[in-house]
């Protein structure tokens, strides 16, 4: 076997291969005599039929056969022999096999794996926040909780913020109306965010029975790119303005909690473990986004096309169940266009990359021990642990899951000793990102 490489590009590669067409014709006809003993024909006995017979039914499709493994076969030698990654799938240009030719020649173009040279993180800068929970943060987490479960009763006065509103609206663009522009009897909660800020303001200081008209020009962003950056006039019509009263905390309010005996210091005990399981979360997470940008940064490199449209596939489709599971159901035959997805593609396919080069080389694999206490750790959100721990090491596949979010994290962690670490305080509300 003669093999001929060629460098196309950094990343680009070209294989020329030369099998020996005897050792091609030396398996057709292997092959071929094996079939004989095999093959069924009618008007033949099993085992009887001409060579000549066989030869001529099934020569072509043995050929065609032979030449393809003999392709795959040669062309993983090639690679070995070359020490080359192969990343994505190779394109094959088979030369027509001519009368007198002694050669099998082909060509196989495809990308490689980048080369990747970790670089020095001792002058990267992560910032850490850091947060005591304490009475203060469990008491605004008891207030939040109590808003949530609010219930509204009809008032007299002017709605304000927090209010529960039912509303009639209809709005037009240069006169005519657009996606979205009208609903009746929708409820509202004037100033959470749900409608445009400018569109909820309108509503305060209104009654019940009034009807409002004002003019409100969309933001450019707009996710309705038919009105992006346009403005509307809207007729708003206020059926109902409906005050919020916050459940009273005590053993009824524990128990709607889960504290089966209604014990408010027990209470107190679980929302302060919660909240501090969640901090540690968040903290966790915003140290790993900064690492990760720094890994970025620190290890350019040029990637495979060939892997970004993989990766670009595999998160359209991941998105499109996504949808899907939320019973957003796309048009039969429409797909999300992959272009929508390249950046994040290839910023995974990067730090998927270094990732794998980092545990390689400082041994930052998960270990068992590691495994079985993040198990352990996000049972402790469920009322029954012991269960979920079970079933986490019931199936492979989700230890896997598991094992690769601990090797993130022993590289997140081996990142931040190399790394300078500067602890920064932050408030309850900036981590939570509560306004």
């Known amino acids: 076997m003669q093999v001929n490489l060629e460098t196309l590009s950094p990343l680009e590669r070209r294989l020329h291969v030369a099998v020996p067409l005897n050792e091609i014709d030396s398996e057709v006809q292997n092959r071929l005599k094996r079939l004989t003993r095999t093959v069924k024909m009618h008007g033949f006995r099993p085992g009887k039929v001409p060579f000549k017979v066989v030869v001529q039914q099934f020569g072509a ?20 022999q070359q020490n080359l990654r192969v990343a994505g799938y190779p394109k094959f240009e088979a030369k027509p096999v001519t009368e007198g030719a002694n050669e099998f020649e082909y060509s196989a173009t495809f990308e490689i794996y980048p080369e990747v040279k970790l670089g020095d993180l001792s002058a990267t800068t992560v910032v ?19 808003k949530q479960r609010a219930t509204y009763e009809p ?47 309108q509503l305060v200081g209104t009654k019940a029975g009034e009807t409002r008209r004002f003019e409100l020009r969309f933001p450019d962003d707009y996710h309705g790119k038919d009105v992006a950056g346009k403005t509307a006039a809207f007729e708003v019509k206020v059926s109902r303005v409906a005050g919020p009263r916050l459940p009273a905390v005590d053993a009824e309010f524990a128990r709607r909690l889960g504290v089966a005996d209604g014990e408010m210091g027990k209470m107190r005990a679980e929302i302060r473990a919660n909240l501090e399981r969640e ?11 900064q690492v990760m940008q720094a890994l970025i940064e620190a290890n350019p490199m040029d990637l495979p096309k060939s892997l970004v449209q993989l990766e670009m596939q595999h998160l359209a489709g991941q998105a499109r169940h996504d949808l899907a599971t939320r019973g957003i159901a796309l048009k039969d035959g429409t797909a999300l266009p992959h272009e ?8 995974r396919l990067h730090l998927g990359l270094v990732f794998a080069e980092l545990v390689k ?36 596949e989700r230890l896997r899951e598991i094992e690769s979010v601990v ?27 509560n306004k």
């Open 61 to 80: 499709q043995v050929r065609h056969e032979v030449l393809g493994d003999a392709l795959q076969r040669s062309f993983g030698d090639a690679v070995r």
């Open 128 to 146: 850490r926040p850091s947060l005591e929970v304490g009475d203060a943060e469990v008491d605004k987490t008891i207030e939040i909780m109590r």
């Open 155 to 201: 008032v007299e006065r002017a709605a304000a913020d927090g209010d529960q509103l039912v509303i009639d609206y209809r709005g037009t663009v240069d006169g005519k109306e657009f996606t979205g522009s009208s609903a009746k009897d929708h409820t509202v909660i004037v100033g959470e965010g749900r409608l445009l800020p400018d569109f909820e303001k």
């Open 279 to 289: 901090v540690r979360l968040r903290i966790k997470a915003r140290v790993k986004e």
């Open 340 to 347: 929508l997805f390249e950046k994040q593609a290839r910023r």
């Open 361 to 396: 080389a400082h041994e930052l694999h998960a270990k068992p021990e590691q495994v079985r206490a993040a198990v352990e750790e996000q049972a402790q959100s469920y009322e029954h642990p012991d269960e979920v721990v079970k079933w986490y090491f019931q199936s492979p």
């Open 407 to 433: 090797a993130e994290d022993n590289v997140v962690n081996w990142v931040s000793s190399v790394a300078k670490v500067q602890d920064k305080a932050i408030t309850f509300d900036e981590l939570m990102g």
